[in-house]
């Protein structure tokens, strides 16, 4: 189960148009430090758009949905860091209802 923890309007910046999307998280999973080996608790976060209004939208915040957020390969781009420092980005989290999941489960 994602909960839906919020709502932004955002704009496409080839076509201008405002559209909307839901926030989803996931459920806590712990996660061990790279760099101190030191386990932390995370959460995964996606957005997906919805055709909702925006009060329409706001009363979903806490509710559920079936599925999952799972991580999942995309065209590599860069990406400059606050400190200045580049990164290469080759995967994003992506909202998966359970038809989706299990049929990825087949196929694997």
């Known amino acids: 189960m994602v909960q839906i923890?919020?709502?932004?309007?955002?704009k496409n910046e080839?076509?201008?148009e405002?559209?909307?999307?839901?926030i989803l998280?996931?459920?806590?999973e712990v996660m061990i430090s790279k760099s101190s080996g030191r386990p932390y608790v995370s959460v995964r976060k996606t957005s997906i758009p919805c055709s909702l209004?925006?009060?329409?939208?706001?009363?979903?915040?806490?509710?559920?949905?079936?599925g999952s957020i799972?991580?999942?390969?995309v065209t590599p781009f860069q990406l400059t860091l606050a400190s200045g420092?580049?990164?290469k980005i080759s995967s994003a989290f992506q909202y998966m209802p359970p038809e989706m999941v299990n049929d990825k489960?087949?196929?694997q």
């Open 18 to 22: 405002f559209f909307s999307v839901l």
């Open 14 to 16: 080839k076509t201008k």
């Open 105 to 107: 489960e087949i196929t």
């Open 85 to 87: 420092k580049k990164v």
């Open 70 to 73: 799972e991580r999942v390969s």
């Open 25 to 28: 998280s996931g459920d806590p």
């Open 53 to 66: 209004e925006e009060n329409q939208a706001q009363a979903l915040i806490g509710k559920e949905l079936p």
């Open 5 to 10: 923890i919020g709502f932004e309007k955002k």
